[in-house]
């Protein structure tokens, strides 16, 4: 069985869908990091999740780190760590690193901002969410 840990700060249409898929995969155990209160999470995803962690701020790496970590408590060593946005790829990879995990590190993550135009990274991970379509756009897949 596989743990993974999928950061999302919002549940948009697009980021609800992958996160879906990725508690759909086969021998893996899903958590998700998220700026939603759990009781906002839809019934049928809440109840494919094997944990939920919420967060305040979804760029910050330390919080991801700390997310993780508990998670791992809770349902064991998380061994793949991910995310959508283009935006939380490098405080994604910058948490891998801190705690071992397997992935995209940070210099790819952030030489993969840089070559997409995106190298400004935002204020915060969780913006106000009349705000948050403005924050973030969905952007590619991390491959971990």
């Known amino acids: 069985m596989v743990v993974a840990a999928f950061v999302a700060p919002y549940l948009l249409d697009a980021t609800t869908r992958f996160v879906r898929a990725a508690a759909r995969l086969p021998d893996t155990e899903l958590a998700l990091i998220t700026c939603e209160p759990e009781g906002s999470l839809p019934s ?20 991801i780190t700390s997310a993780v970590a508990g998670v791992s408590e809770r349902i064991g060593p998380v061994q793949r760590l ?34 997409s135009g995106g190298g400004q990274e935002g204020s915060a991970g969780c913006a106000p969410r009349d705000h948050r379509s403005k924050t973030f756009a969905n952007a590619g897949n991390d491959t971990a």
Do not use: K
């Open 44 to 63: 049928g995803l809440r109840r494919s999740l094997a944990a939920h962690w919420r967060i305040d701020d979804a760029l910050d790496t330390g919080q």
């Open 82 to 115: 991910l995310a959508v946005l283009e935006q939380l790829q490098v405080p994604v990879a910058e948490a891998r690193q801190r705690l071992g995990i397997s992935g995209m590190d940070a210099g790819t993550a952030r030489n993969f901002r840089q070559e």
